[in-house]
């Protein structure tokens, strides 16, 4: 995984993180990265300095990722909230459940997960309406 801090063509930055640049890439010509604060769709890489690990020693206190540092992040935080607790995490079986319910085979309910690229795409080429959201699922991954 990368993170990324972007800017938009509006001049808003904002960070998200990806599988690799090629992922980056794909999703940027596919027209799927888009700006926190507006939408927009031109978006772009900033410079930016390598994260470094605390030392075991550190506390949740002294990271900047202990509270929301702006409002977008705020915004982002309630946003990640709101999803986590009104939807159903269904993981790597996203493209399957969100094709059932739109084929009647489940019933109708909010959820969120993971998929490829190419399993969004073919949601959306079949008319199932997804979208990116814009933070990572917090199940572990090591």
Known sequence: ??????KCDHNH?????????DAFDKLKAGGMI????CGS???DKELMAPAIRPTRSATATDTPLSSPQ???????ATLRAH???NSDYVGMNFAAEA???????????SI???ARIDEARALLEEGIQVAPLPFMSARKTN
């Open 1 to 6: 995984m990368i993170r990324y801090t972007l």
């Open 13 to 21: 930055s904002f960070d998200s993180w990806f599988q690799s640049t």
């Open 34 to 37: 888009a700006c926190t604060v």
């Open 41 to 43: 769709t031109m978006v």
């Open 70 to 76: 702006s409002p977008a992040e705020a915004a982002l």
């Open 83 to 85: 999803v986590e607790a």
């Open 99 to 109: 094709r059932a319910m739109h084929e009647g085979a489940q019933p109708e309910r």
């Open 112 to 114: 969120y997960g993971e």
